[in-house]
């Protein structure tokens, strides 16, 4: 699938608020579903592997109107709720731990993972997503896991053309969670989306989480512009899987439910006269 910017409009400002983490559970499922119907996010993607799949998978295959990817997971970071591969331990065992699960951090997975298991494992999550009857817009990378080496990102860049699916590519996000060099990575045929935007835990931690999406949205400028948001309950299953983990926990993803289905958000959208695209709009070429 071929993506351009061609065009677009040099002078307006085109945003894809998009949700992560779809799948994880039902608190997770519940907000996003809400956040997609009543708020102003556009854009999700789903975890296959984790015990919220089927409901999620369930409501976007009688929503394929709302733009939905599969979210290549890779990585289980949280302390309790451990989850692994789609495929047997057996058949990946360079991904997972002794007990059969994801490692916790990318710096263990770099260590451990072959690529050849990465790519039967990848391939393996976009299939079952596709065998439920998902029909994706696009993927993209929990935690950005496939940026974390070129062997990885190649094979991400790779399951984008086998299946015919434009994958999230950022400047950013390579340079800052993958710490890869864009420069040395990306291809004049890579299809980027230019300005990503995702809450720090100092604006966390000081209770300005929902300033910083505020003031995003004042000073987006003209461009192509990704808001990352994780939206969920702040109720008693989402805090018990992101127990000792306030880095994107509950009360972090309780923010991210109420300001982007809040009435200021849809305003300060309006007010700016920000364009609300999604994958499937830039693959039409808007």
């Not at 999700?44 to 976007?60: D, I, K, T």
Request: aromatic content about 10%.
């Amino acid at each position: 699938m071929m993506l351009s910017m061609n065009a677009m409009d040099r002078d307006a400002i085109y945003l894809m608020i998009h949700a992560d983490d779809a799948g994880l559970c039902h608190s997770e499922n519940k907000a996003t579903m809400e956040c997609l119907e009543k708020g102003s996010v556009n854009s999700c993607s789903v975890m296959v592997n984790c015990q919220g799949f089927e409901e999620m998978a369930a409501y976007l295959s009688k929503n394929s109107h709302f733009d939905h990817g599969i979210h290549l997971t890779l990585t289980c970071e949280w302390k309790q709720k451990r989850f692994g591969p789609v495929l047997s331990p057996s058949e990946v065992p360079s991904l997972v731990d002794a007990d059969g699960h994801f490692f916790k951090d990318r710096k263990t997975l770099l260590e451990n993972a072959k690529p050849e298991e990465v790519r039967e494992e990848v391939y393996a999550q976009i299939n079952k997503g596709l065998n439920y009857g998902l029909r994706p817009s696009h993927i993209d990378s929990h935690m950005y896991s496939m940026g974390i080496s070129r062997d990885f990102f190649d094979i991400y860049r790779e399951a984008g053309r086998e299946f015919g699916l434009p994958v999230l590519i950022n400047s950013r996000l390579l340079s800052e969670i993958s710490r890869l060099d864009p420069k040395q990575v990306l291809r004049p045929e890579d299809f980027e989306i230019p300005f990503v935007h995702y809450g720090d835990f100092n604006d966390f931690q000081q209770n300005k989480l929902g300033e910083f999406y505020q003031n995003t949205l004042q000073n987006l400028q003209p461009g192509l512009h990704m808001i990352l948001i994780h939206p969920a309950y702040d109720d008693e299953e989402m805090r018990e899987i992101t127990i000792d983990h306030p880095n994107f926990g509950s009360a972090w993803r309780q923010v991210d439910t109420e300001f982007f289905t809040s009435a200021k958000c849809r305003q300060l959208i309006s007010d700016r006269n920000i364009k609300l695209v999604g994958w499937r709009e830039l693959a039409d070429g808007l």
